[in-house]
């Protein structure tokens, strides 16, 4: 099958491919808050539907959670799995949109068209990108160049709770040879990137609670334990002062950098005061001595994603809290064990409790780093194609972020996985405005035409 | 005009005093929060009118936030001004609370039976008493033993903005030879105090600003500066391992208590123990070597009353946030200064900013501590009032909380204050499920019937 009216169609199309997108990005599918519940069931049977329409036997599959939408074609050729999740971030604080996050619209920045509004980026945008691709081929040819699986969940966001049980009830379905993950960037805005590494993330919630109910600051100020002041002790004590995370063993399994990949890194010449410049920061923050791409894409951290104690209304209320709340997450490299990390943080944080307080914490999900197996075919069949796509040749990269889903591949499903996203770095994913540029959308639509092609060829 | 008959009407008279308070409680009086404005206005209009049934001439008296309420008696004899506030503290966290706290009620309890409801206790309940026996005297006498002023305000919740301007402007109708308080507390159950010191108050918020938006953590997390670690830092370092203020120069004007005084409050017996078992804390966390009475009343404290940053909802948002904020108060003794406090702290918060971190404040109100001169006659009138209707004699005792009022008397209207009032440790004032004791609300408006006797025979 050749490759030409695939992408000529993918030109024609696009209009249509975005309007789909935007009917996508109308339903409001945050998984982690339950009131959208429903709406997360709707965006899974509108991929239903769309798969349907372009000859997958697809199927919405439920779950205890949120429920997953598997397709296949069948036929001959290399057998792919196509990844991707169709839930959002929550949406606060509501008031720095400058739109409806669920109204999204195409609009004109000075950098070009954008698709504006709630999973432009992450994630819906980068899935519609291979199931337009898809669209397309079928268009041309009557059928896809290979055998292709789809498999999208909607708990990304949420810790994916239902993610492992689900791929081991269903091994055989959804084993392949190889996975696809569209859920990263690009590097810089030209240089598309094929992720070799990827971060864990371990997720804690602790609560400290004093007395038993707020306290007058007036009559108990000064005599009562103020477990506000106790989480701040917490969380400043978890760091030293040249940024390196106080938790005992905490840096168990961190592997320093290889001089190879440290070489490469520097081939990248990463431009940190414009990736900080972006966001209104100058400065890189992290451990002393470490480059800027090592602390987003090889070193641990330690960070506070959420805290809160007492009153945070309008005006002042003279109160000792009794109960101070943070939530901490961890990004792990290399061989760093989450649980040990988990069981490690929670004794630390019981020690440094005084009198009169107790802390209990919650669990929101653990999940090892990953190191991709660039020597499987398809990671140099995939750098030919995107190469052949964007103006510069393809990378090979780490990422920052933690998508676990690679390691299940591996563990569960003993699948290699390759992650090729097209996002950039001003998307402003789990912020208010996310955007995806229109040109991600189409450039990234054609370079999965083109590894498919590349891939059956 | 003689007393006992005064007594009599006010034990038969009780339940209906009782169903006017309640009606008084129904109106959600939260000055705090804009939303309760017009509550505000109809609590002011509910006093005067109860005021003008009694023969006062009341009227609302509007500010630039909540109206006052001014009433007066004329006639002979000693001019005492009375004051209380009808606003009441928000009621969050809701959920805590076992009943609507604006749906008031009797109830009966292990110890007897209670009003319950936000504002019962702090303050309308106690500024209840006052009217209440007035009530009495003008049912059986026909006038008031003396000259009466009363004066309530309604954002004694909310820093009092307008309180200061107001009695500056209306100097000669508010000056009177003594002003009675009721905003206060026994000590213990059981012997009737009158307060001859007070904590000042200086009310901060800050806010810490890194990125100029919310970021993901796995793109940016280890690179970027994120405000609320900053956050905690600032409030770990403000006290020192033995629970001392570390902002510069802010022990000046803090006395050592005198050897008078510590007799005194020794004599008190101070059970921290129950104070503290009442609220399920054990320990006094205050600073090391000092009496626990001291703590309460006449160390200056720095507390946190309120912080947050980033996501604080059900679930996880790996998200770097944009700003942390805290609100912190800070109780004052002796001749602190309010204003350099303020200001070296400020400056402190400033010195710990790293880079890429902003911090701005804003201002909730500063006070500085009051003294008594208990040498003016109506102390000892007081004393004896009071000793005659409780178990046990009056004391003179200080008082953690801040009733900036007090001083304003002093420096406004050259007027001594006495602050007399019948609250108990367990009221829950400022917390869910605030009560008043029905005992305190009876024998409280027969103190103050004993009390406008004693200062008039």
């Known amino acids: 099958m050749t490759l030409d009216p695939v992408l000529a169609r993918i030109d024609q199309d696009l209009p249509q491919a975005t309007e789909r997108l935007l009917e996508l990005l109308r339903i409001p599918s945050i998984s982690t808050d339950p009131a959208f519940k429903a709406d997360c069931d709707k965006a899974a049977d509108w991929l239903v539907a769309d798969l349907q329409s372009i000859g997958f036997t697809a199927s919405k599959r439920e779950t205890p959670g949120h429920p997953m939408v598997v397709a296949h074609t069948g036929g001959d050729g290399p057998h792919v799995l196509f990844y991707g999740h169709y839930d959002v971030q929550p949406v606060d604080p509501l008031d720095l949109w ?3 996050p669920f109204d ?15 999973g432009s980026s992450d994630d819906k945008g980068q899935l519609m990108t291979f199931v337009e691709a898809c669209r397309a081929w079928k268009a041309e040819h009557g059928a896809l160049p290979c055998n292709i699986t789809i498999f ?22 959804l084993t392949a040879d190889i996975a696809l993950i569209c859920d990263t960037g690009l590097y810089g805005d030209n240089t598309p990137a094929i992720i070799t590494q990827l971060r864990g993330l371990l997720g804690e ?7 038993n109910k707020d306290l007058h600051s007036g009559m108990f100020g000064g005599l009562a334990m103020n477990p506000a002041r106790v989480l701040a002790k917490v969380i400043a004590a978890l760091h030293d002062e040249d940024g390196r995370i106080t938790i005992p063993d905490f840096y168990d399994g961190v592997p320093e950098l290889s001089n190879e990949l440290a070489a490469a890194w520097d081939d990248l010449k990463f431009d940190h005061k414009a990736f900080l410049g972006e966001v209104g920061l100058s ?3 992290g451990e002393k001595g470490r480059r800027p791409l090592e602390m987003i894409w090889s070193r641990p951290t330690c960070e506070v994603n959420g805290m809160w104690a007492g009153y945070t209304g309008d005006g ?5 809290p009794s109960q101070a709340h943070a939530k901490i997450s961890f990004r792990l490299v290399g061989t760093q064990d989450p ?6 943080f929670r004794k630390m944080v019981q020690d440094m409790m005084p009198a009169d307080c107790a802390v209990a914490f919650s669990d929101h999900g653990a999940s090892a780093a990953g190191q991709m197996t660039t020597t499987h075919p398809a990671f140099d069949q995939a750098r030919k194609a995107l190469s052949d796509e964007w103006p510069n040749a393809a990378a090979f990269v780490g990422c ?7 390691a299940y591949f591996k563990d569960i499903l003993d699948m290699d996985a390759m992650l090729i996203g097209f996002g950039k770095d001003d998307d402003q994913i789990h912020s208010p405005n996310e955007k995806y540029d229109l040109s991600s959308f189409h450039k990234g639509i054609r370079s999965w035409a083109r590894i498919l092609h590349e891939m059956t060829s």
């Open 98 to 100: 400058d739109r409806d």
């Open 104 to 118: 999204p619209q195409v609009e004109d920045t000075a950098k070009g068209k954008v698709i504006r509004g709630r």
């Open 152 to 173: 999208f969940e909607g708990e990304e966001e949420s810790g994916s709770p239902s993610l492992t049980p689900f791929m081991a009830e269903n091994r055989d379905e």
């Open 205 to 211: 919630e602790l609560t400290i609670t004093g007395a």
């Open 283 to 285: 400065e890189p923050a």
């Open 316 to 320: 002042f209320k003279t109160v000792l």
């Open 339 to 344: 649980l040990a990390i988990r069981e490690n």
């Open 400 to 406: 920052g972020g933690s998508i676990p889903i690679a």
